[in-house]
Every structure is written in structure tokens, then in C-alpha cells.
């Protein structure tokens, strides 16, 4: 069981990942592709800044 578990826990690390990576995506075309304008305004969104 221990496998289904780790295999489960690496899908869902995977999807954050997918997550994060459309979402920099979104704000970068927001932005012009101004790539420190855009991790700015993904910062505030997660309210990390």
C-alpha cells in the first residue's frame, strides 16, 4: 500500500506544479511577458508579498 500512497502523493506534488505553471503563464501574457511583473502579481495573489 505504501506504493499507492507515494504514487498518489507524486501526482498530486505534479498537479501543483501544473497549477502553478498556468497560472505564471496567465500573468506573464497579463503582463506583457515582464516576467518580474508577473511573479510579483502571482506573489500577491498567494499573499506571499
Known amino acids: ?4 500512497k507515494r504514487a498518489s502523493l ?3 506534488v505534479y498537479f501543483v506544479i501544473f497549477v502553478l505553471a498556468v497560472v505564471l503563464l496567465v500573468f ?3 503582463n506583457k511577458w515582464n516576467v518580474n ?4 502579481d502571482m506573489l500577491s495573489l498567494l499573499r506571499l508579498k
Open 1 to 4: 500500500m505504501a506504493r499507492g
Open 10 to 12: 507524486a501526482r498530486i
Open 28 to 30: 506573464l501574457i497579463k
Open 37 to 40: 511583473a508577473a511573479i510579483d
